[in-house]
């Protein structure tokens, strides 16, 4: 029996597809066995990775620890974390510890991407991560532990009642993605779950393929973190569509979340927004709608004709609030402030470039 050079599994005379990973085989016959660097090099092109979307988590999961460790296949610690990361964004915790511990081996270790995931995993029960974390923080610890909010009353109303509804779909993102490979970048942002349990932020609070992305719920709703997975990142529209992963993922389509308003609010109603200005943690920010359909012009977003501009003074940090009306409906999106602006002049990204974005995900 013969062997594929990708996955080590082993496949019939006459067979053109390794029947475990996909890997071409006629491929096989075209590179020299004795020459390792094009071994290699062939290998990446052919990685499993292009077939991990039909694999099987944990089949992918023991294939990456092949490829990490060099059993049964070529070592390629680069491949096996490729492999961790992705599965980690679908929420496997072995993977977010084995993601972890590569990075904090690494020459200069990435402390501030391992701490994130391991810190999901512990908090989703990984016990090995919450042994790691604990062992990390006596260490480093780069977050300073979220502050309990004291319980609210029970017997507001208005605008605070209004305010405590939408919480509980809003949530703070932070995203980790490489500046250089000796350094990383954090991007704080604000977010917010619509119907059908989407996750709704800016794509330069996302960033470009980004390392890490988690988000968090005001404390006294959940005080865990959690992974989301990007499916789309419109740079046009600076619009970025999550979505959480797992057993959360169901726990939050479930829920009643917000719902977005696609037509234009008019001059001087009242809308707020909930950010993480300067990323000091959830804030809310009130005010009124200053032009439903400002053209400006300058042409950023780029595929963006014109904006809801508020009186909202927003900071870094408030990218990705939603921008929401007396009903709770979503008007849009805080996106960003003029270049010049002193304050009290933000512009939002309305819902129907939102809708577009969703209507091509199907």
């Not at 020299?32 to 988590?57: A, C, G, P, Q, R």
């Not at 991007?187 to 330069?204: L, S």
């Amino acid at each position: 029996m013969n062997k594929c050079k990708v996955c080590g599994g082993e496949y019939a005379p006459g067979e053109t597809i390794c029947p475990y990973c996909g890997h071409s085989l006629l491929e096989d016959e075209k590179v020299n066995s004795n020459t390792s660097s094009i071994s290699t090099e062939k290998s990446k092109d052919t990685s499993v990775l292009k077939y991990s979307e039909f694999m099987d988590t944990e089949a992918l999961y023991q294939f990456g620890l092949c490829k990490l460790d060099g059993v049964g296949t070529d070592k390629n610690e680069q491949e096996a974390f490729d492999i961790f990361q992705k599965l980690a964004f679908r929420g496997h915790f072995d993977s977010m510890y084995k993601l972890a511990e590569m990075l904090l081996a690494q020459e200069e270790p990435d402390y501030e991407t391992a701490y994130m995931w391991l810190k999901i995993a512990a908090d989703g029960g990984h016990e090995q991560s919450r042994i790691r974390l604990k062992v990390l923080n006596n260490k480093f610890s780069p977050y300073v532990g979220k502050s309990k909010t004291a319980e609210l009353p029970t017997n507001i109303g208005g605008f605070e009642s209004l305010v405590d509804s939408a919480l509980q779909s809003i949530v703070l993102i932070k995203s980790i993605y490489k500046r250089s490979k000796k350094s990383s970048i954090i991007n704080n942002g604000a977010g917010f779950i619509i119907e059908g349990g989407y996750v709704i932020t800016n794509a330069h609070v996302v960033g470009d393929a980004p390392e890490c992305v988690t988000a968090c719920f005001e404390s006294k709703i959940d005080d865990k973190d959690y992974v989301l997975l990007p499916l789309v990142v419109r740079k046009d529209f600076d619009i970025a569509v999550l979505k959480f992963t797992g057993l959360m993922a169901d726990k939050i389509e479930a829920k009643d979340n917000l719902t977005l308003r696609a037509t234009l609010p008019f001059y001087g109603e009242e809308v707020y927004t909930v950010g993480n200005p300067l990323g000091i943690g959830f804030s809310v920010s009130k005010g009124i709608v200053s032009c439903p359909d400002r053209v400006l012009g300058q042409k950023y977003p780029q595929g963006v004709d014109s904006v809801i501009q508020v009186d909202i003074t927003v900071n870094h940090g408030n990218s990705g609030g939603a921008l929401l009306d007396s009903q709770n409906n979503v008007l849009g999106m805080v996106t960003f402030i003029p270049g010049n602006s002193a304050g009290g002049i933000t512009m939002c990204v309305p819902s129907k470039y939102i809708v577009e974005v969703l209507n091509s995900l199907s």
